[in-house]
């Protein structure tokens, strides 16, 4: 059965979509792109026409031109008995570039592969004959892999057991595994808004109902708002990226998470902390980073080797009480059935050399976020450009509304990027573009410089933007 997706839900999703004119082609673009970032599932039933132009304040000849013009370029079709349906969107799909005809791609954050990794991997096939004797179906992860990461842990003063380590696929597949786990429909969970977006996803497709908490590159945490959430809703999770946050690159100071610490455990909420940036330090070695107090029980990290290795190397795990790590390895064989044993291999030797590998990442993120940082000061002023001390991208603040557009436009011209609102849980954040420093430089400069040269047309584009959305931020 198809999902559907209402008018009103719709409407908030798509935000300030009269980017253009005319005004159907916006609307369509809006919906396009939602569609590219998988903010509507392929296979949703979209609002009839009438139902979707009252809810806009538009004509349903408006709507129709833009289903009509969705259509043409294969991204719904109209299915008789259902209405509009969206398309998978195929390989050829005209509102993306090939990455083979020279685009560049800055919709993954992460970083390319480190240098000594092929060396490595020829280190671990060496041993494939012993490798191949285990049975590989172990939903618990390899021991000695499970070792190197509480010996780390604990050289940075958090006392770890092997025990209370669990491997998985992944950061990704650790947070899909906690959500299904840890949630019934209709549970509460709190994440920071902009967030990693397939978090969100996760937890939504748990049934969980997501409760936004403010973060900015430049206030940090609203721990008002964030006091208030806790008491208010009593979340059964909370997701939280402490150290260089997924997109704003901001950390928390020692408040910041001794109130989120306070609160969670006051309501009964398991807090699953994100580490998979915290590595990536810059101006600051984040090997060198301590842990100031033992976890409470009511804690659960996420870590992984895919932003400090290498993103084709899908080896997470989860760092919990024992209790806990039981009940996930219970309900694992619903997903998968353990982390592939050459891969826990290769993981098993990274974590020896960390400390040499998160060194060759703060030089290389280093360079590359000056570059990006230094082009769009010089060539897009009036932008507002955060300074971040690691992490993998910059959060930047345009001056209007206008970041879906912006995406949209420089797709055209090569350059992929992801739009404010797909870091959003509760909607909004069209005033920010995420720009991943993880490129060269020379890439970065040239993606800098395509921005710059179509914000003006965008900008001008832009005619049911009001005088008031479009002046600068102070």
């Known amino acids: 059965m198809d ?39 392929p296979r949703t039933v979209l609002p009839a026409e009438r139902e979707l132009a009252q809810a806009l304040g538009v004509s349903r000849s408006t709507v129709a031109a833009a289903y009509r013009s969705l259509r043409e370029s294969g991204h719904i079709a109209s299915v008789r008995g259902s209405g509009s349906v969206t398309l998978p969107l195929m390989r050829d799909d005209p509102g993306l570039t090939s990455a083979a005809e020279g685009a560049i791609d800055l919709q993954q954050a992460s970083p390319p592969a480190w240098p000594g990794l092929a060396g490595v991997i020829g280190e671990a096939v060496t041993g494939a004959a012993a490798i191949v004797r285990r049975s590989g179906y172990d939903m618990v992860g390899d021991a ?23 491997i998985t696929n992944g950061a990704q597949s650790a947070i899909h595994l906690l959500a299904r786990t840890l949630v019934s429909r209709g549970d509460r969970v709190l994440l920071e808004t902009p967030t990693y977006p397939h978090a969100a996803d996760a937890f939504r497709r748990a049934g969980a109902r997501l409760v936004g908490v403010p973060v900015t590159t430049g206030e940090g945490w609203d721990l008002d708002r964030a006091v208030q959430a806790f008491g208010r809703t009593m979340p059964n999770l909370a997701y939280l990226m402490p150290d260089y946050q997924n997109p704003t690159g901001r950390s928390m100071s020692d408040g910041e998470r001794a109130t989120f610490l306070r609160e969670a455990e006051r309501v009964g909420t398991t807090l699953i902390v ?51 790590l039981r009940r996930l390895v219970a309900a694992r064989p619903v997903g998968d059935l353990g982390t592939p044993e050459l891969e826990q291999d290769i993981a098993r030797r990274l974590v020896t050399r960390m400390d040499e590998i998160v060194a060759q990442r703060a030089h290389v993120l280093g360079v590359g976020r000056d570059a990006l940082v230094e082009t769009l000061r010089e060539e897009l002023p009036e932008w507002a450009v955060p300074s971040v001390h690691g992490g993998v991208s910059l959060w930047v603040e345009l001056d ?57 047309d965008v900008r001008r584009s832009a005619p049911h933007v009001g005088a008031a959305a479009l002046a600068p931020v102070v």
């Not at 990536?280 to 009511?298: C, K, Q, V, W």
Request: charged share 25%.
């Open 3 to 41: 999902a559907k997706i209402s008018a009103r839900a719709l409407t908030a999703a798509i935000g300030g979509w009269r980017s253009r004119d005319p005004a159907y082609e916006a609307l369509a673009d809006a919906v396009r792109l939602l569609c590219m970032d998988n903010r509507i599932a």
């Open 144 to 166: 000695r892999l499970r070792r190197g990461i509480a010996e780390r842990y604990a050289a940075r003063g958090l006392p770890t057991h092997p025990d209370q380590i669990l």
């Open 274 to 324: 994100d580490e998979t940036t915290a590595d990536l330090g810059i101006d600051t070695l984040t090997g060198e980073r301590s842990f100031r107090a033992a976890d409470p029980a009511h804690v659960v990290r996420i870590g992984s080797v895919g932003k400090t290795v290498w993103g084709g190397l899908r080896v997470g795990w989860i760092r919990g009480e024992v209790g806990l």
């Open 400 to 456: 209007a509304p206008l970041s879906s557009a912006l995406v949209l436009d420089v797709r055209a011209r090569g350059l992929l990027l992801s739009a404010g609102p797909r870091f959003s849980v509760d909607g909004g954040h069209d005033r920010h573009l995420r720009i991943p420093f993880t490129a060269s430089p020379d890439t970065l400069r040239r993606a800098a410089r395509i921005l710059a040269d179509r914000w003006p």
